[in-house]
């Protein structure tokens, strides 16, 4: 079992960066899929970016291509996820999520993750 915890988000004019961690407690020892999801208010929860412990599996879902990066640091045990050029359609509860099943981690669905974060709250003015 994976365990999760965030950090990062909060608020910031249109246009600024924010940058959301992941700390996985243990980092897998084998290879994982990993993503970021956001849910906004009335709204379903939409994938945001997959990446597999590998590195491979790199996906970002059209609305934030170019703007977003998730990356990953081994050492520190970190999943992170940068977001830059934000507008108000980015304000949303971000979470990250783990699942041992890697293949078909690219765009996997929120349903099939079985670890998630507590989630936090990204709040983009204009």
């Known amino acids: 079992q994976v365990h999760l915890v965030q950090s990062g988000g909060g608020s910031v004019q249109a246009g600024g960066s924010l940058r959301l961690s992941c700390g996985a407690s243990?980092?897998?020892?084998?290879?994982?899929?990993m993503g970021w999801f956001r849910q906004a208010p009335g709204k379903e929860r939409e994938g945001v970016a997959t990446?597999?412990?590998?590195?491979?599996?790199?996906y970002y879902a059209d609305s934030v291509k170019g703007r977003f990066t998730i990356s990953q640091d081994y050492a520190k045990k970190v999943l992170y996820l940068q977001m830059n050029s934000l507008s108000s359609e980015d304000t949303a509860m971000y979470y990250c999520?783990?699942?041992?099943?890697?293949?078909?981690?690219?765009?996997?669905?929120?349903?099939?993750?079985?670890?998630w974060g507590q989630g936090t709250q990204v709040t983009v003015s204009s």
């Open positions: 999520a783990a699942d041992p099943r890697w293949d078909g981690c690219y765009a996997r669905s929120d349903r099939d993750f079985s670890y």
């Open positions: 243990p980092w897998p020892t084998r290879r994982y899929c």
């Open positions: 990446i597999d412990t590998a590195g491979g599996s790199l």
